[in-house]
């Protein structure tokens, strides 16, 4: 089996990351007590641990899938575990993309101006008084109010 591993700087909430320093590894294989799984894999690559580190993210071919490398295990001098996790966004990258979609509500930014039920809106009177600074010279005050 062959795999691509890449560097990426991207944020995992990215739909396309983008990917540099690739580099094509052949006669990996999964580990042997385990069955292939395409969400979670783990890769046995016949490469010390140390040519890996610089590598954070992977392409398998045979899963048509994108992964992040969660970790690197060294098992011998010469052969290291990749324990990786599905990148979702990054694989079904074309599918989202050609999607369109209305919006109507997102997490930190709301508009008065969609109907969002679950907006909670309040109607709460605000009072505070300031005090302007101590004086003897005068009596008079300043009353501003703002509203109805």
Same mark, same amino acid.
């Given at each position: 089996?062959?795999?691509?591993?890449?560097? $990426?700087?991207?944020?995992?909430?990215?739909? $396309?990351? &983008?990917? =540099?320093?690739?580099? !094509?590894?052949? *006669?990996?294989?999964?580990? !042997?007590? #385990? $069955?292939?799984n395409? /969400?979670?894999?783990?890769?046995?690559?016949s490469?010390?641990?140390?040519?890996?580190?610089?590598? *954070?993210?992977?392409?398998?071919?045979?899963?048509?899938?994108?992964?992040?490398? /969660?970790?690197?295990?060294a098992?011998? @001098?010469? =052969? =290291?575990e990749?324990?990786?996790?599905? #990148?979702?966004?990054?694989?079904? #990258? @074309?599918?989202?993309?050609?999607?369109?979609?209305?919006?109507? /509500? %997102?997490? &930190?930014?709301r &508009?008065?101006? @969609?109907?969002?039920? %679950?907006?909670? !809106? =309040?109607?709460?009177?605000?009072?505070? @008084?300031?005090?302007?600074?101590?004086?003897?010279?005068? !009596? #008079?005050?300043?009353?501003?109010?703002?509203?109805?």
């Amino acid at each position: 089996m062959n795999i691509v591993l890449y560097k $990426t700087a991207s944020p995992k909430k990215t739909v $396309t990351k &983008t990917l =540099t320093n690739a580099i !094509t590894l052949s *006669n990996c294989s999964f580990r !042997t007590n #385990d $069955t292939p799984n395409d /969400r979670d894999p783990v890769v046995v690559i016949s490469s010390p641990i140390n040519d890996l580190v610089k590598y *954070n993210y992977c392409y398998i071919p045979s899963f048509s899938a994108y992964y992040f490398i /969660r970790d690197r295990v060294a098992r011998s @001098a010469s =052969t =290291t575990e990749l324990i990786m996790h599905k #990148d979702v966004l990054m694989t079904f #990258d @074309a599918g989202i993309r050609s999607h369109s979609a209305y919006v109507s /509500r %997102q997490e &930190t930014q709301r &508009t008065q101006y @969609a109907n969002d039920p %679950q907006f909670k !809106t =309040t109607d709460k009177e605000i009072v505070f @008084a300031d005090e302007f600074f101590s004086t003897t010279v005068s !009596t #008079d005050f300043i009353l501003a109010v703002a509203g109805e």
